[in-house]
């Protein structure tokens, strides 16, 4: 069990994310999100009449293709449920995201472009995650090669990004010792 023991408890909100990377016929790649919300009871919505227990409150898709250099070729966003009516008409703004390369600043870059009234919350929440699997998705068809790595053993874009890559940490370290640099 990865977690404790909980004390009792009931279920209220289920949040499920699913997301996807396949590799394209056409040389192209496609990394799909989808977010799906759903509550334990039913209650009352205006417009929709109401929500019941199990019903998607939120069922959204998002789908980004990119080319090899992780540039955003095309983007598509749907929202099968939502609480308002006027939620889907945020969904055509996320082609704004055509043109952006995943990598350093880009959910910076992609805030500029659908941050506030402009986009959807729950739709920029799958950006981060989506972007990961981009990059899992990319490993997986290149290989582990990423961009030269530094004295760290650590290719650059993943350096001090987190706890694992921390260039004064022990996979530095190890990397350093099997290289000689640390002599």
Known sequence: MPLSRATPRKLSHL?????????????????EARMTDTKTYSWGNQDRGGISAGEALHDMWIRVTLDHDMVIQACEAAMD?????????AAPNFQRLVGLTIGRGFIKAAMQRLG????CTHLRELLQPLATVAFQTMTS????ALPAENS????????N????Y????????????KSGAGN
């Open 166 to 177: 921390d260039e004064a940490g022990p996979l530095a370290a190890r990397a350093r010792e």
């Open 141 to 144: 068809v290149r290989g582990p």
């Open 152 to 159: 760290q053993g650590i290719p650059p874009a993943l350096l």
């Open 81 to 89: 449920s939502t609480p308002y009516n006027v939620c889907p008409g």
């Open 116 to 119: 506030g009234v402009e986009g």
């Open 161 to 164: 990004s987190c706890v694992a």
């Open 15 to 31: 949040r499920d994310i699913q997301l996807r990377g396949y590799e394209r016929e056409d040389g192209l790649f496609d990394i």
